[in-house]
């Protein structure tokens, strides 16, 4: 029996929306029955999957966001029929095209005849008795246009072009509200139209970032986000003037769109009766004046949000594979910050993300003290065991990983490793009010070494803290709408903090608050709780949290885990509310709940069905018996970190087919990013990633990916390095590829911290001697 559409909802939104997501209407109907009960999409994809059929979280967030446009445009619709039907207007006809309307686009077409306005030249032409002129005008074309206008003078219309110029402006309204004509005309222009650019006067030599635009075409339908949000920058700073235009190259006296309307109304090209010749020039005029600007105006804003829909959609992805990098884990952490003038700002974290040491430390100019930096540095390393050490790409970070790696060489092994890290959003949270809470006494300016240390730790629970536009992954992020992307990416960080599953006695007030039915209010209080009382011994101790009652509980305890507890299945991903059926598949197999789990064999000889019951169908009963097989299983891939080549710090040291490694910071509808240590990422074109065609860059590389590239082109000049990861471009030829797909000139999120390289690096010629020196005066 079919689930009956929730309230709110009609059966056609259902089937609509299963259709898009390649589900059954009964599945959509289910979805959105937990949806408007409050139940969140992690909790719906991993505990409800009986109830809609297993829809995964990708499923769920697209029928989301699409429920919410159908509910509207199923508003709009009864709005629209209640207006015209108030007008008296509304027809067994109307109803029925107003009903089988699927876009708000085609709504409105239908709905502009019957529209309040303004008053209109075509309403004021009404009022001076000119209506039935132009409807016998086209109804009758064997009369001349002129000699019927005479028939129509008054007071108000006081000769025949005064009564033919209002039959025109009555007529072109007519043809400019027929909602089949607009349809008609609509995609006429999204087959056709060119989008173009060019540059703005006197605006050649401020503009150079957008010399790829200055005279630059192409068709509206296939233009990428990314050079049409470039060619929209462009606009909006005034260096580019962008024009939509269609029919340019047509040759015919008649353009197609003018004959579009034309025909709409039976009106012959060529003069034939008396009024035919006026009324082609009516449909001229109407479609120059009045179609064409609301046209154009209407499919830039299209452009513009087709453009920024797919910047979201590769700035959520992007996201959500740097929110997913492997972590390096619970480590004895040093986090270097670096600077030159300013120094080098360290901190070192503990296992647990625990600030235990601070300093800030100046070996390069103007101090060049390399030789106590590199004491503090070691003595610090010695102290406190650290593992590992994370060097923020900003300025001065070659530098830094030089010193340090000299450093590492004069010091007895086990040496810890140290790897470079992002410091994207590193300066955002160091003044936000999150830091402060955490680090009340600490200088804003270590709070960045401190979140760069924990990030390498584990960059999930350290990158909830920022807001997700500050990271930096993706591409015009600035330029697009902040309201959409907020909340694209504020879902990336929820899915992807619940795939994970959050540590209840050690997880930050930040990192709690993006659990399944949590919020900042209720992680705050258990926050609070957890410092009052002690850790959580089991999961349902929650309950005594203030302000968490049994629904927040049922969406938040599932991915919520406890270590060590009294209840071992509270380290793992089974919901309490399944607690009985995984104790008595533990049963079944005549062991104790710890000694069984990670016993795959015993787990793999069990049935699945015969568990199933009338609460909990099969999918359940197999997640119950994969979290006892890998209980709390973290899904991110194992930590391994990338190589920077020695001597090559700046772009001037690069060389065509240097092959080196690097890391992938971003990736674009048009390639992707990586950082090769030199200050500026390479670009490897789409068609420069694998040795066959790649039709989306994520097919082959995601954000935080190690890889090796080789060097193509180097253009210091305009900051932009091609890179390749072909194996056939040993020779070093150039990928195909448009220039255009290069950002102009856009920095990464951290540029604004950039700054030149010191010309004067610091000597580390006696770096031995000076530093044994250095490390026998500090007693080591």
Known sequence: ?????????????????????????????????????????????????????????????????????LRELEARRAAVLSSIDGQGKLSDELRGKIDAATTKAELEDLYLPYKPKRRTKAEIAREKGLGPLAEALLADRSVAPAERAAAYLNEQVVDIKAALDGARDILVETFAENAELVGRLRAHLKANAVLKARVAEGKEEAGAKFRDYFDHSEKWATAPSHRVLAMLRGRNEETLTLDLVVDEDATTPVKPAERIVAEAFAIPLANGAPADGFLLEVARWAWRVKLSLHLTVELMGEMRERAEEEAIRVFARNLKDLLLAAPAGSR?????????????????????????????????????????????????????????????????????????????????????????????????????????????????????????????????????????????VGQYQHDVDQARLAKALDAVVEDAVN??????????????????????????????HRNTVGPFKTRKELLKVARLGPRTFELSAGFLRIAEGTEPLDASAVHPEAYDLAKKIVAACGRDVRALMGDTAALKALDPRAFVDERFGLPTVRDILSELEKPGRDPRPQFKTATFAEGVNEMSD??????????????????????????????????????????????????????????????????????????????????????????????????????????????????GAALADALRRKGQ
């Open 1 to 69: 029996m079919a689930a009956a559409a929730p309230q709110g909802m009609s059966e056609t939104i259902a089937r609509i929306i299963a259709a898009e997501i390649s589900a059954r209407p009964a599945q959509v109907s289910a979805a959105v029955s937990l949806i408007d009960e409050g139940a969140t999409v992690p909790f719906i994809a991993r505990y409800r999957k009986e109830v809609t059929g297993g829809l995964d979280d990708t499923q769920l967030r697209t029928l989301e966001e699409r429920l919410s446009y």
């Open 499 to 528: 795939a994970v599953g959050v540590d209840l006695n050690t997880a930050s007030a930040s990192l709690l608050a993006r659990v399944s039915g949590l919020g900042a209010s209720l992680a705050e209080a258990i926050v609070a």
């Open 332 to 472: 004895a952490t040093m986090g270097l910050d670096p600077g030159i003038r300013t120094g080098v700002k360290v901190a070192v974290v503990d296992g647990t993300g625990k600030l235990i040491a601070t300093s800030t430390v100046y070996p390069f100019q103007p101090r060049n003290d390399v030789q106590g930096a590199s004491a503090t540095l070691a003595h610090l390393i010695r102290q406190h065991k650290v593992e590992l050490i994370a060097i923020g790409n900003g300025t001065a970070s070659r530098e830094t990983d030089k010193l340090v790696a000299d450093l590492l060489g004069m010091l007895p092994p086990p040496h810890p490793i140290k790897v470079v890290v992002s410091e994207a959003g590193a300066s955002v949270y160091s003044a936000s009010a999150t830091a402060a809470a955490e680090m009340p006494d600490i200088d804003v300016s270590i709070r960045g070494a401190v979140s760069i240390a924990r990030r390498l730790q584990d960059p999930l629970a350290e990158l909830v803290k920022i807001e997700p536009k500050a990271i930096g």
């Open 654 to 767: 690069l060389k065509p087919g240097m092959v080196l490694e690097g890391t992938v910071t971003n990736v674009a509808a048009f390639g992707a990013f990586v950082d090769i240590g030199v200050h500026q990422d390479g670009l490897v074109h789409v068609s420069a990633l694998a040795d066959r065609f790649v039709k989306d860059p994520h097919e082959v590389v995601k954000a935080g990916d190690v890889v090796k590239v080789r060097v193509v082109e180097v253009d210091v000049k305009r900051k932009r390095i091609a890179l390749s990861m072909r194996k056939d471009d040993a020779g070093g030829r150039p990928p195909a590829g448009r220039p255009q797909d290069q950002r102009p000139n856009e920095p990464r999120q951290n540029d604004a911290r950039r700054s030149p390289p010191p010309k004067d690096k610091p000597a580390q010629g006696a770096f």
